[in-house]
């Protein structure tokens, strides 16, 4: 081969370099941008659009990952959502240069490489683009109309409360990430906002134990603690607390969503109650809609915080529930044993279930259809160096009519420890309805 044909080769082989310019991109750039990086980088990425606005404007994911294409067993899913509010600006680009930030770094910094390699993610950096086209740059700092979609509602009070989902007239925006959420296994989110300094979590409006004066607390709140203080303590201001002015001064640069102000119909709630998904909200800036000359120092005291936090995806303990034929039991319940949650967990099509935890001993209670639950004792330790929760496998016997006795056989080995339990199958399990009540409370401009 000649040397100059050669050298083209090699060239066409590398991707090329995309240097994406701190500035604000409307929806034609934003579009633009996402196809130059899949089309530079296919191997590791897949476009794909979830529905669309009223105005007609695709609601764009870019899904980065060593098999971006589909789910794989064992992979856990994460989805960084920006710019659900179109006048709060600096999620949306945070999100592009993350894009960029990773794919650029694949193969290259071991860390991104190990993330990318054992994390499907999805991005979506904007989940309102009508508002951002309605809002006027630059020039509003607090409250603009861009906020709210075309039709005039606010997307994050459009979410349903448990059991009351056809109760409200869902915008196609938010009827898009609903759809989206409940046929993806997502284990972790992030919701990207504007107009405060802080990392909040559930729950957002009185669903859970209140005995603390407005805090309303959610099973999981040890886990949601740990993932706010993260991010917080990872970001080069927001552990502070109290760097805005006209917000509260935030302990640790944190706040229980109801604690802060109470509200009804936030995809944060939605996700962790019947996506059984673990979302927070962060607010990025004090300053909803900055000038563009602030956006690179924005990046540069996010973007650890926002690599960081895909790490802890891997928390806790993860892994399938089967027949002893191997075939995947779908809608098993796995609960844990002390943490009541509304919604039970339940395993997916290829009966995986994911669930977030701190180190600790637990019991996994699990339930197949038409079967009795059972339950075992397991130690989670912190994995998430090794980019792997603990795999804890169930097996159940094929039920003939004649069910015998099983035994448990476990093994507790580093990392990745499989351990097989054979349990009972016999009577029917009856469905249980759980509620809730949702007070309705003053939406704060936040």
């Not at 750039?29 to 979830?50: A, K």
């Not at 993806?184 to 107009?195: A, C, I, N, P, R």
């Not at 993932?227 to 509260?248: I, R, V």
Request: hydrophobic letters at 35%.
């Amino acid at each position: 081969m000649p040397a100059g044909i050669s050298l083209l080769w090699i060239c066409a082989m590398i991707p090329s370099v995309i240097t994406l310019e701190f500035k604000h991109h409307n929806a034609k750039d934003l579009e633009s941008f996402l196809q130059r990086v899949h089309r530079s980088w296919p191997s590791i990425t897949n476009l794909y659009s979830i529905g669309k606005s009223i105005e007609g404007v695709d609601l764009w994911v870019l899904a980065i990952g060593k098999h971006p294409n589909e789910h794989t067993v064992g992979t856990p899913e994460v989805k960084y959502i920006g710019n659900i509010h179109g006048d709060e600006l600096v999620g949306r680009e945070m999100l592009l240069h993350l894009i960029e930030h990773l794919v650029e770094n694949y193969g290259t910094d071991p860390t991104i490489t190990k993330i990318i390699n054992s994390t499907r993610i999805h991005i979506m950096p904007s989940m309102n683009p009508d508002g951002y086209a309605m809002t006027d740059l630059e020039s509003q700092c607090l409250f603009s109309a861009g906020r709210y979609n075309k039709a005039g509602i606010d997307l994050n009070r459009n979410f349903p409360d448990y059991l009351q989902q056809d109760k409200l007239p869902l915008q196609p925006e938010t009827e898009a990430v609903i759809n989206w959420i409940l046929n993806e296994t997502f284990v972790l989110s992030l919701s990207l906002h504007g107009g405060a300094l802080v990392a909040s979590y559930p729950y957002d409006n009185f669903k859970g134990d209140t005995t603390i004066h407005g805090y309303s607390r959610c099973p999981d709140d040890d886990v949601f603690i740990k993932l706010a203080k993260d991010f917080s303590y990872n970001h080069a201001g927001m552990f502070y607390g109290d760097e805005c002015e006209g917000t509260p001064a935030f302990i640790d640069g944190i706040t229980n969503g109801a604690d802060w102000y109470p509200f009804e119909g936030g995809m944060q709630d939605y996700n962790y109650i019947v996506g059984q998904c673990f979302e927070l909200t962060v607010e990025l800036s004090c300053c909803k809609n900055p000038a563009a000359s602030e956006l690179e120092t924005f990046w540069n005291e996010s973007h650890i915080s926002l690599i960081n936090l895909f790490q802890l995806v891997h928390l806790g303990v993860k892994g399938q529930v089967l027949y002893s034929d191997g075939k995947p039991i779908e809608n098993a319940t796995v609960k844990v044993q002390d943490k009541d949650n509304i919604n039970p967990f339940r395993t997916n099509q290829k009966g995986e279930y994911y669930r977030l935890l701190l180190p600790g001993t637990y019991v996994l209670e699990v339930t197949v259809p038409k079967g009795h639950s059972q339950s075992v004792k397991v130690e989670v330790f912190d994995e998430v160096s090794n980019f792997s929760a603990l795999v804890v496998n169930f097996n159940f016997p094929v039920s003939d009519g004649s069910l015998t006795t099983g035994k448990y056989q476990g093994s507790n080995i580093a990392s990745n420890v499989e351990q097989n339990i054979i349990l009972l199958i016999s009577s029917v399990l009856f469905p249980v309805l759980f509620t809730f009540n949702s007070l309705v409370k003053d939406v704060s401009t936040l």
